[in-house]
């Protein structure tokens, strides 16, 4: 991947040290955290930070006669961790190689993201546990609908484990029903993210209404990666026979489109010229995925599976009855996905105006961490758990819990995990 956007990466790379460690020999990761970069190569750095500290703590000696298991002493190691993790201390030389990996690493998760999850979840071995998929994850934070699908997929069907089979063919069942459910035009704009990824390595602000442009290359990868031979066999048309070099989202939309009917003069048409709402159009066939990825695990489940590994199992994971799965939206630029229900019910608790002052306050105008956020809180049951991850977020945002914005957020989510109690 290198190799063809060597000059791109290496923009990057430059912007992310220039607003970070510039020219000192050492960072802490809340300075990196805290730049103004893009939030992938922050994920990236976050989530070599905690791989660190997990394995440090598994070499710690622990007595059994302290009770490390006990709930309160659980939670204050949680914060520690917490702020462990925020002051990690890089050297200049781990910060370049980690900076190196982290740029390259997400250049290909954007650009073919099924190649990237399957190598670097699954790689070369047989099968993979699902607390190892769920950690490597945390590294990717873009097209959101892969993690929150692949979590739920597994937490629904209760596998503590997948091969390598089941993985391929559950993340291209995703991406096939993705591309399935989405208008030429917002297909093309599902490229925003890689569009933003670029656009970050720029030092001078692009020009107003100046559209942003993608190398046409990273196109052709993104759509080979999606199995899309007839749109990539096009845009290599275009590059080779055309010289095109650079293309906008529009022009990507308007080649998808003529792609698709067949038709020269064919024009994709933007979302909000579509006919129906904004909801309509953010509705999707759930069914269709539903069913396209139960079939497989259903055979696969009814095999016996390795010694060890099947206690971990439900008993009943192979009929398990997988519920309705709606793509998550995680972009704050456009739809790279649609939002599950119960993230669009926490959404919706919160006016624009809110919405505005929580990411500025809370998220220190990190759209995308706000976004996160929001993903993690959906996948809780009880209220308990919402307390104390915002307990986590809260000291890790180094925000009061009692400021008038964090009241405003608790309480609209209690009321939400509490709707009874809240109307006492």
């Avoid at 930070?49 to 939670?75: D, I, N, P």
């Avoid at 695990?297 to 009814?302: L, Y």
């Avoid at 008993?315 to 669009?344: H, N, Q, V, Y």
Wanted: charged share 30%; proline share 3%.
């Amino acid at each position: 991947m290198g190799y063809i956007f060597e000059a791109e990466i290496e923009s990057i790379i430059h912007a992310v040290r220039v607003k970070t460690i510039g020219e000192e020999d050492d960072v802490f990761l809340k300075k990196i955290l805290s730049a103004n970069i893009h939030p992938a190569i922050k994920a990236y750095f976050k989530a070599e930070v905690k791989k660190t500290l997990t394995q440090e703590r598994g070499l710690e000696y622990r007595s059994k006669k302290f009770s490390y298991s006990l709930a309160e002493v659980k939670s204050l190691e949680e914060q520690i961790d917490l702020l462990l993790v925020q002051n990690y201390h890089f050297s200049l030389q781990e910060f370049e190689s980690v900076l190196d990996e982290s740029v390259h690493f997400q250049f290909n998760y954007l650009c073919r993201p099924q190649w990237t999850l399957l190598s670097f979840i699954v790689g070369d071995q047989r099968r993979v546990a699902s607390s190892t998929i769920e950690k490597r994850l945390k590294y990717c934070i873009d097209y959101t609908y892969f993690p929150e699908l692949i979590k739920r997929f597994l937490v629904d069907h209760g596998l503590a484990e997948v091969t390598y089979e089941e993985f391929k063919i559950l993340i291209e069942k995703i991406d096939h029903e993705v591309v399935a459910q989405h208008s030429s035009f917002e297909l093309a704009h599902m490229t925003r993210a890689l569009f933003d990824f670029v656009e970050s390595g720029k030092m001078v602000p692009q020009v107003e209404f100046e559209q942003q442009t993608l190398p046409i290359n990273a196109a052709i990868v993104f759509f080979d990666d999606k199995h899309l031979t007839d749109i990539r066999v096009r845009l290599e048309f275009e590059r080779d026979h055309n010289r095109v070099i650079q293309i906008t989202a529009d022009r990507l939309a308007d080649i998808i489109e003529i792609v698709r009917v067949g038709n020269e003069n064919a024009t994709a048409r933007p979302i909000d010229l579509l006919v129906g709402t904004q909801d309509d159009i953010q509705q999707v066939n759930h069914e269709a995925i539903d069913q396209s990825t139960s079939d497989f695990i259903d055979d696969e489940t009814s095999q016996e599976r390795e010694a060890g590994t099947i206690a971990q199992l439900t008993e009943d994971s192979g009929t398990l009855k997988t519920p309705p799965i709606i793509f998550g939206e995680d972009d704050e630029k456009f739809l790279a996905s649609m939002p599950s229900i119960k993230r669009k019910e926490i959404l919706d608790l919160f006016s624009d105006e809110e919405h505005n002052v929580l990411v500025k306050i809370l998220f220190t105008n990190d759209e995308p961490a706000f976004q996160g956020a929001i993903t993690e809180i959906s996948l809780f049951s009880e209220w308990d758990e919402v307390a104390q991850y915002l307990d986590t977020l809260y000291l890790a945002n180094e925000v009061d819990p009692f400021s008038a914005e964090a009241v405003l957020f608790t309480d609209k989510l209690f009321a939400h995990f509490h709707p009874t109690a809240a109307n006492k």
